[in-house]
Nanobody
C-alpha cells in the first residue's frame, strides 16, 4: 500500500524559508514521478512543482519559479520542496502526490496523495 507523508510546514514571516519533505512508503521511489500541490481556503488545488522519476526534469508554477526548488533522494524515498522568499499568498495546505514516471501539472493525473501540511506566511 503506497503512502505519502508530508512534513515541514509551519508558520513563517514573509521573506522567510521552509523546507517541506514527503516520504513515500509501500514501494520504491524508482519510476515514480512526484509533484507538489497546494490549496488555499476557497480555492482549487494548484500545481506548485514537479520532478520526474530520474530527477532530470523539473517544472514550476510561474508564481513560485525562482523561489521554490523541488528535489528528490530516491535512496531515502523522499522528495523535498525548498521554499524561499515566502509571501503571504503562499499560505496554503501543501500536498505531495505520486504517479508513474512523469510529473504533470494536473492533479487528476496523480494516483497517490499525502494528507498535506499547513504552511502559513505572515505579513
Amino acid at each position: 500500500q503506497v503512502q505519502l507523508v508530508e512534513s515541514g510546514g509551519g508558520l513563517v514571516q514573509a521573506g522567510g524559508s521552509l523546507r517541506l519533505s514527503c516520504v513515500l512508503s509501500g514501494r520504491t521511489m524508482n519510476l515514480v514521478g512526484m509533484g507538489w500541490f497546494r490549496q488555499a481556503p476557497g480555492k482549487e488545488r494548484e500545481f506548485v512543482a514537479g520532478i520526474s522519476w530520474t530527477g532530470g526534469s523539473t517544472s514550476y508554477a510561474d508564481s513560485v519559479n525562482d523561489r521554490f526548488t523541488i528535489s528528490r533522494d530516491n535512496a531515502k524515498n523522499t522528495v523535498y520542496l525548498q521554499m524561499n522568499s515566502l509571501k503571504p499568498e503562499d499560505t496554503a495546505v501543501y500536498y505531495c502526490a505520486a504517479r508513474w514516471m512523469t510529473a504533470p501539472m494536473s492533479p487528476s493525473d496523480y494516483n497517490y496523495w499525502g494528507q498535506g501540511t499547513q504552511v502559513t506566511v505572515s505579513s
